[in-house]
C-alpha cells in the first residue's frame, strides 16, 4: 500500500541553523501539507500546497518557513533560522482528492 | 474560531465497546475525521463522515454525526488491547484549502 514518507525520523539542529524537513507523498497525489506537533499540544496546520503554490497558510507559517516541490517526487519545509519553540514533530500529509489526507510518520526536530 | 475538543482520555476492557466524543465550532465543515496514532507513529487515517450524513459505519466503527450540536462520537466496537492509540478528531473548515483542524486527542488504553 502506497505511504507518504519522511526523512530524517530524528533531526537535530542549533537555533539559528537553517534545516530542510523531507517528504515523499504518495504517487499522483496532488495536495500537500505541513503540519507540526508541540510535545503535549495539538497537530496545528501549518501550510498547504496545490499545483505548484502556497493554497493556504496558517500564522504560524512566518517569513522563516518555505515550501518547495523541487522535482516531482518530494515536497521539503525549509525552516531558515530555528529557534528553539520550533521544535516540535514536523508531519507532511497528501491527498488525491483534497479530502482524505494520508500522513507521513513525521520528523522529530530539536533545536538547541 | 475554529476549534475542535475531545476528552483527555478513556480506559475499558477488551471486548467492551469504546465511544470517543468530540465537539467542533465550525458548523460549516464539510467533512469530520477520525485519526489513530499508535506510539511512535504517524497519523493513520481510519475514517470520515460528510457533513450531510448522520452515521457511518466500517467493520468495528461506527461515526454518529450530530450537525445541530456540533458534536462527533467514534464508537469501537469489541475493543481489543491493539486497539490502544490516541485517537484525534479533525475538521475540515470550509476554506476549501483542505487543512484540517485537529482536536487533542483522546488517549485510549484498553485492559484486558
Known amino acids: ?14 537555533m539559528g541553523q537553517e534545516v530542510i524537513l523531507r517528504c515523499v507523498p504518495i504517487s499522483n497525489h496532488l495536495y500537500f501539507y ?4 508541540i510535545l503535549g499540544q495539538k497537530v496545528e496546520f501549518l501550510v498547504s500546497f496545490y499545483n505548484n503554490e502556497i493554497s493556504e497558510k496558517s500564522e504560524i507559517f512566518d517569513d522563516q518557513f518555505s515550501v518547495e516541490r523541487p522535482d516531482g517526487s518530494n ?28 500522513f507521513g510518520p513525521g520528523t522529530r526536530l530539536t533545536v538547541t | 474560531g475554529e476549534d475542535v475538543e475531545q476528552s ?40 470520515y463522515i460528510f457533513s450531510n450524513m448522520d452515521m457511518k459505519q466500517d467493520q468495528r466503527l ?7 450540536d456540533k458534536h462527533l462520537s467514534l464508537r469501537i466496537a469489541d475493543t481489543q488491547t491493539g486497539d490502544s492509540a490516541i485517537y484525534f478528531c479533525a475538521e475540515s473548515p470550509s ?18
Not at chain 2, 62 to 68: A, P
Open chain 2, 8 to 47: 483527555l482520555f478513556l480506559s475499558v476492557r477488551e471486548g467492551d465497546s469504546s465511544v470517543i466524543n468530540c465537539t467542533y465550532t465550525d458548523s460549516s465543515s464539510t467533512y469530520l475525521y477520525w485519526y489513530k496514532q499508535e506510539p511512535g507513529a504517524g497519523l493513520q487515517l481510519l475514517t
Open chain 2, 62 to 68: 461506527t461515526v454518529l454525526l450530530n450537525k445541530k
Open chain 1, 34 to 37: 505541513w503540519y507540526r506537533q
Open chain 2, 95 to 112: 476554506s476549501n484549502t483542505g487543512k484540517l483542524i485537529f482536536g487533542q486527542g483522546t488517549t485510549l488504553q484498553v485492559k484486558p
Open chain 1, 1 to 14: 500500500e502506497p505511504e507518504v514518507t519522511q526523512t530524517p525520523s530524528h533531526q537535530v539542529t542549533q
Open chain 1, 75 to 102: 515536497f521539503t519545509l525549509k525552516i531558515r533560522s530555528t529557534k528553539l519553540e520550533d521544535s516540535a514533530m514536523y508531519f507532511c500529509a497528501s491527498s488525491g482528492t483534497g479530502y482524505e489526507q494520508y
